[in-house]
C-alpha cells in the first residue's frame, strides 16, 4: 500500500502493539486476557508492517522462519505441563513462584504455558498469512 | 491407585512430533527420530500393561482438580491393552512410512502429523471424561484429514471430502449427546455419570441420548447405515496412512462405544434390539460389498465394515461371554488389518496395481514374501489356530447362550464370506498366471529399490505377522486378558469407585 499516512503510522504500530501484546500475556489467567490473544494481537501487528511495507521487509524483522515458533512454543508449553513431575504431582497442576513479582504478576507454569501459546498462535497465524500472501 | 505419570504414552506422541517439527526438512533424520520414539511407546506400552495388570487401574487427576470436576485419566486394562497394541501398529506404519511414504509428502509435515493422530489415539484410550474423549476424538480427525489430503491428488480431495462432511457430522451429534448427558445430570466425568445416570427416571431420554452416541460413534466405526464413507475415501491416501487409518481408526469408535455402553447406557433392551440388527446388517453389507469389488484395498475396505460387525455382536448382547470376543477381536483386528493394508501396499509396489483381475502370478515371482503375505491375509479369516479363529468361538457360544439366533447366523455366514473373500483374492492375486502388467516408466518398482528399502516394506509386515501369529497361538494368554477385561466391563464398579473415591460423600 502506498499511502504515506498509512506506512509511517503503521512503523510506530509495531512496537506499541507488540508490547501491548505482551501485556494482554501478562494480564492472562485471572483477568481477560491470555496468550492466545496475545499472540493474535502480535502476529497482526507483523501483518499490518507486511501490508505496509510488503512481504519481504516483514520478513527481514523477524529473521525466523515463523514456522519454527510453533515447535518452541509447544516446548514451553510442554515443559509448563510436565514440571509438576519433579514433585510428583500430577500432568498439568500449576506451580507458583511464591509472590507476585513487579509489573508482571504471579510467576508460575501457567504462565509458561500461556507464552507457549503465544509462540505457537504467533507462528501458526504469520505462516498461514504469509503462505496465503505469498499465492496472491 | 493414583499415579501421575500414565499420561506418559499421550506426552510421549507430544513430544515426538514436537521434535520432529524442528527437523521439518530434513527426512532422514526424522525417519529415525520417528521409529525411535514408536518403539519407545511400545516399550511403555508394556511396562504400563504390566504394571496396571499387577497393581489394578491407575489413574491421575490432571491439574490436580479431584473428580468430578477436573479431567481424570483412567488407566484400566482395557486402555492400557488398546494402548499397547495401537503403539505397536504405529511402529510398524512408522517403519513402513520411512520405506514407501514419498519425500514431498515427508517435507510437509507427515511425521508429525502422523504422531499426533497416534498422540489423540492414546488420549482416547486413556481419557475418563466424556468431554475430553471429544477434544481427542477431534485431534485425531483433525490429524487425519492432513494426513489424507497431503499430496492434494484429486481422487484424495474427493475422498477427503467425504470423509470430512460425514466426520464432523458424527462430531456433531456427539457434542449434542453430550450436551443432553450434562443437561440430564450436570456432570461429564464418566464415573460420575455411571452413578448418576442409573438415578434418572426418564428412561426415554436416556434412550434418546443413547441413540444420539450410537449414531456418533456409529459413523466413526462404520456401522451399518452410516459406512458409506469407508469405502469412498479409504483407498485413496497412500498406503501407509491407509493402514494406520483401517488399523485404529474405527477401533477407536467401537471403544468408546464399549466404554459409554459399560459405564453410562446399560442393560436396556431397546438398545440391545437396535445393536443386534445393526450388528447383522453391517456383517453382512460389509461382506457383500467385499466379495463385488475388484481392487485390492476397496475389498479390504469392505472386510473392515464386515468385522466392525462382529465387535458390534459385544456390544449388543453385552455379557461377559461375548464381550471376551469383541476385546480378543479387538485386539486382534488391529494388527491384522494394519498389516493387511500394507499388503495391498506392497502388491501395489510390486505390480503398480491392484486390480485383482489384472493381478497374478505373484508366489511364482516372490515365494517367501507371499507365506509373509498369508498370514495377515488368512488371520483375518480365522483358520484355527489363527488369531480371528478364538474370538468368534466366543461370539458364537455368548450369542447361543442369549438365544439371539440371528447374530449367530452372521457372525457364521459373515466369516464364510470373508473366506470367500480372502480365498479369492488369493488364488487371483497369488495363484492365477498373471499378464504382463504395463510399467510405468517414471515408476520405481519394489524389486528395483535398495536393499534397506525393501527392508522398510518387509519388516515391519514380519513384526506385526508375528504379533498375530502371537495372539494365535499364545490365545491362553489373550483370552485370560479379554477375560479380565470383559469383567471390568460389564461390572465396572471398581473403576467408578476408584475415579470418585477422594470425593465428599
Do not use: C
Request: no cysteine; glycine share 10%; proline share 4%.
Amino acid at each position: 500500500m502506498k499511502s504515506i499516512i498509512f506506512r509511517t503510522s503503521s512503523k510506530y504500530l509495531l512496537p506499541i502493539l507488540l508490547i501491548f501484546s505482551v501485556f494482554i500475556l501478562l494480564r492472562g489467567h485471572y483477568l481477560p486476557g491470555g496468550g492466545f490473544v496475545g499472540g493474535l494481537m502480535a502476529a497482526l501487528a507483523f501483518i499490518l508492517h507486511s501490508f505496509a511495507f510488503g512481504l519481504e521487509e516483514t520478513k527481514n524483522i523477524i529473521k525466523i522462519h515463523p514456522g519454527f515458533l510453533m515447535p518452541m512454543g509447544l516446548v514451553f508449553a510442554l515443559i509448563a505441563g510436565l514440571a509438576p513431575w519433579i514433585y510428583q504431582e500430577p500432568f498439568m497442576t500449576g506451580l507458583w513462584y511464591g509472590e507476585p513479582l513487579r509489573m508482571i504478576g504471579m510467576v508460575g507454569t501457567a504462565l509458561l504455558f500461556d507464552i507457549g501459546v503465544y509462540f505457537v498462535v504467533i507462528g501458526s497465524v504469520l505462516t498461514v498469512m504469509f503462505s496465503i500472501r505469498e499465492i496472491i | 491407585m493414583s499415579n501421575p505419570y500414565i499420561v506418559l504414552p499421550i506426552i510421549l506422541q507430544l513430544v515426538a512430533a514436537v521434535v520432529l517439527m524442528f527437523f521439518w526438512t530434513k527426512t532422514k533424520a526424522q525417519k529415525t527420530i520417528s521409529i525411535l520414539f514408536s518403539t519407545a511407546a511400545v516399550a511403555v506400552g508394556v511396562y504400563m500393561l504390566h504394571s496396571v495388570w499387577h497393581h489394578g487401574i491407575q489413574i491421575t487427576h490432571s491439574g490436580n482438580w479431584k473428580a468430578p470436576f477436573g479431567i481424570t485419566f483412567v488407566a484400566d486394562l482395557l486402555a492400557m491393552t488398546l494402548i499397547l497394541i495401537s503403539s505397536i501398529a504405529a511402529l510398524g506404519v512408522s517403519i513402513f512410512s520411512a520405506g514407501s511414504m514419498r519425500e514431498e509428502r515427508l517435507k510437509f509435515g507427515y511425521y508429525p502429523v502422523f504422531h499426533f493422530l497416534v498422540m489423540g489415539l492414546q488420549g482416547a484410550f486413556l481419557t475418563g471424561d466424556i468431554f475430553n474423549l471429544y477434544v481427542w476424538f477431534e485431534v485425531i480427525i483433525i490429524s487425519s484429514f492432513v494426513l489424507m489430503t497431503l499430496g492434494g491428488k484429486k481422487a484424495q480431495l474427493e475422498g477427503t471430502i467425504k470423509y470430512v462432511s460425514l466426520n464432523l457430522l458424527a462430531s456433531s451429534f456427539f457434542l449434542t449427546g453430550i450436551g443432553f448427558l450434562y443437561g440430564l445430570t450436570g456432570t461429564l466425568n464418566m464415573a460420575d455419570l455411571a452413578v448418576k445416570m442409573k438415578l434418572i427416571e426418564n428412561s426415554g431420554l436416556v434412550n434418546v441420548t443413547g441413540s444420539l452416541f450410537l449414531v456418533a460413534f456409529g459413523i466413526k466405526s462404520a456401522i451399518f447405515p452410516m459406512y458409506f464413507w469407508l469405502p469412498a475415501s479409504y483407498h485413496t491416501p497412500p498406503p501407509a496412512v491407509t493402514a494406520i487409518f483401517g488399523g485404529l481408526l474405527t477401533k477407536v469408535g467401537i471403544y468408546a462405544m464399549l466404554r459409554t455402553f459399560s459405564l453410562i447406557f446399560g442393560g436396556d433392551e431397546f438398545m440391545t434390539f437396535i445393536t443386534s440388527i445393526i450388528a447383522a446388517l453391517t456383517i453382512l453389507a460389509g461382506a457383500f460389498g467385499a466379495m463385488s469389488r475388484k481392487h485390492m484395498s476397496k475389498i479390504f475396505g469392505f472386510l473392515i465394515i464386515s468385522h466392525i460387525g462382529f465387535m458390534m455382536v459385544g456390544i449388543s448382547i453385552f455379557s461377559e461371554a461375548v464381550l471376551v470376543g469383541t476385546v480378543f477381536y479387538l485386539i486382534h483386528d488391529i494388527i491384522v488389518k494394519t498389516n493387511l493394508f500394507m499388503v495391498s501396499g506392497l502388491v501395489m509396489k510390486i505390480n503398480g496395481s491392484q486390480d485383482i483381475k489384472a493381478l497374478g502370478g505373484l508366489y511364482q515371482s516372490h515365494p517367501l514374501l507371499s507365506l509373509l503375505m498369508a498370514v495377515p491375509l488368512f488371520s483375518l479369516v480365522g483358520i484355527p489356530p489363527l488369531s480371528g479363529f478364538w474370538a468368534k468361538i466366543f461370539f458364537i457360544q455368548g450369542a447361543l447362550s442369549a438365544q439371539n439366533y440371528l447374530l449367530v447366523g452372521s457372525v457364521v455366514i459373515g466369516s464364510f464370506l470373508t473366506l470367500w473373500v480372502i480365498a479369492r483374492v488369493w488364488s487371483e492375486v497369488f495363484w492365477k498366471k498373471g499378464e504382463n502388467l504395463p510399467k510405468q516408466a517414471n515408476g520405481v518398482y519394489f524389486d528395483a529399490l535398495s536393499n534397506l528399502q525393501q527392508w522398510a516394506y518387509i519388516v515391519p509386515m514380519l513384526l506385526l505377522s508375528i504379533i498375530s501369529l502371537y495372539i494365535g497361538l499364545g490365545a491362553g494368554r489373550i483370552i485370560t486378558l479379554s477375560q479380565k477385561i470383559a469383567s471390568e466391563l460389564v461390572d465396572p464398579s471398581l473403576y467408578i469407585q476408584l475415579v470418585l473415591q477422594n470425593q465428599l460423600p
